[in-house]
């Protein structure tokens, strides 16, 4: 069983619409989480980062972790074309990191 | 957060021959990192470097296909030695510049070996 599973989509939504982006994980010793936007052509860019189970929001963006059924969620409000990339999850022990595979997300004008 | 300067962005490369990546980083940091991200699955780490010491490989590495230099605290060299088709890949360089709160990553290279 993989650390962190993701469905590698691909999702194609309408703008506007809101976008749900969900991984589970295994580890039951991670501590923290986190949310990685990667364009294509670029390297991973750091979204969100969470420690406690919970939501932690930051402008149209949502980060959701639930530790009792380790599910890890990213919601994207008002989704715009440029969100248009892959989005990885990931968590850590705080020595180890392990990433999901990604989940490529199209945005339509 | 860090800054990562990483170079090349892409190249091509016949098999057999070495190809030596470059990062480098805006600020002091204790360990580098090097991730392997093929098509289709996870990031994949390759190895930890650690200035002034020998770089730590996990398991599927080693050190004679995939020489690590650290010289100082901004800066990380990865070479990929005798390449084959299957090293074809991004190869991409990243701190952890919060303490196990988040790692920025250089903007990658893209390797493709013919």
């Known amino acids: 069983q993989k650390e962190v599973e993701q469905d590698p989509g691909p999702l194609s939504v309408p703008e506007g619409a809101i976008v749900s982006l969900n991984c589970t994980y295994s580890?039951?010793?991670?501590?923290?989480f986190m949310w990685y936007r990667q364009y294509s052509r670029k390297g991973p860019e750091l979204l969100m980062y969470?420690?406690?189970?919970g939501n932690k929001e930051d402008g149209r963006f949502t980060a959701q972790v639930d530790k009792s059924s380790k599910y890890i969620s990213l919601f994207i409000r008002d989704s715009q074309p440029s969100d248009s990339a892959t989005y990885l999850c990931a968590g850590t022990t705080g020595n180890q990191f392990y990433f999901g595979t990604g989940t490529s997300l199209t945005v339509i004008p | 957060s860090a800054v990562i300067s990483q170079k090349p962005s892409r190249d091509i490369c016949q098999r057999g021959t070495s190809l030596t990546i470059q990062c480098q980083v805006d600020s002091q940091v204790t360990m580098m990192f090097w991730y392997r991200q093929q098509p289709g699955q996870s990031l994949t780490l390759i190895a930890t470097a650690n200035q002034g010491s020998e770089a730590t490989y996990e398991s599927g590495f080693v050190i004679d296909k995939f020489p690590i230099s650290r010289p100082n605290l901004t800066f990380s060299t990865l070479t990929v030695s005798n390449m084959s088709p299957e090293d074809s890949s991004i190869y991409l360089c990243s701190v952890d510049w919060s303490a196990g709160g988040g790692y920025t990553f250089g903007s990658g290279t893209r390797l493709t070996v013919v």
């Open positions: 969470t420690y406690s189970s």
């Open positions: 580890n039951s010793a991670f501590q923290y």
